[in-house]
């Protein structure tokens, strides 16, 4: 089983749904670096969605497909309480079984 284009379309809505929420994003860049970036959820377009850094100007875009490779981990809420974006999409899904 691969990557669905439901699924893709569910966690793209998921996403749009928490335009303007806090996010924290997560990922590996290789070579024991790492991306950690807390911010918020500016927009979420078709192919990708754009957070903003609380750290100031920068901006960071990444796809869906990112999130659903486990290449990004993608945690909506706050400081203190993140909950996974793959938690909140729709139960009905079989996002999580796809790996």
């Not at 439901?6 to 790492?34: A, F, M, P, Y």
């Amino acid at each position: 089983m691969g990557i669905e284009k439901k699924d893709v379309n569910e966690l793209r809505e998921t996403i749009k749904g928490c335009v303007g929420q806090k996010v924290l994003l997560r990922g590996s860049l290789g070579r024991n670096k790492s991306l950690n970036i807390e911010g918020t959820l500016m927009s979420a377009h078709h192919d990708y969605f754009l957070i903003k850094s609380d750290d100031g100007p920068n901006k960071q875009s990444n796809t869906y497909v990112d999130v659903l490779t486990n290449s990004v981990e993608l945690s909506i809420g706050n400081s203190e309480n993140y909950t996974s974006v793959l938690d909140m999409v729709k139960p009905n899904t079989n996002i999580k079984e796809n790996f």
